[in-house]
């Protein structure tokens, strides 16, 4: 199985800030991690469930996925991200099964992360990341 866990479900919104106002009213969640992913035109906070995350992301430039995402179908769920042990064979074993990638190699994401992207054609509709945690041995 290449599948470790599920990373985090990615939720586009269009401002981060209520959407975090938000999350902590309605669960009592506060945000283990947020950062400006200036490569992808995001900033996210991440909620941490259990050993994985909810993702509120939100555009930083009008061109960027998550800009373009929520223009044409609005706030809602927008990835599901999949924890790999190795990104780069994830992405060669999907690609094997009939994945379309959208990230031809692995590249740097966000908290340290290496990701890369699957398009939702040829994947039954869903943007899927493969996520692989990059920790050293003090972690």
Not at 1 to 15: G, Q, S
Not at 27 to 42: I, L, M, P
Not at 91 to 97: F, G, K, Q, R, S
Request: glycine share 8%.
């Amino acid at each position: 199985m290449i599948l470790t866990e599920i990373d985090h479900i990615a939720i586009a919104v269009r401002d981060l800030q209520a959407a975090i106002d938000y999350y902590a009213e309605a669960f009592g969640a506060q945000v283990h991690h947020r950062e400006v992913v200036e490569s992808d035109g995001v900033e996210e906070a991440l909620v941490k469930v259990a050993d994985s995350y909810i993702q509120l992301t939100a555009a930083t430039r009008p061109d960027s996925p998550i800009a373009k995402s929520i223009e044409k179908r609005g706030e809602g769920l927008h990835h599901v991200g999949y924890r790999v042990d190795n990104c780069a064979d994830a992405l060669a074993a999907m690609v094997a099964a009939g994945a379309t990638p959208i990230d031809k190699v692995p590249r740097p994401g966000s908290r340290g992360t290496t990701v890369a992207f699957i398009h939702p054609k040829g994947s039954f509709g869903t943007l899927i990341e493969l996520v692989q945690e990059n920790r050293d041995d003090n972690s």
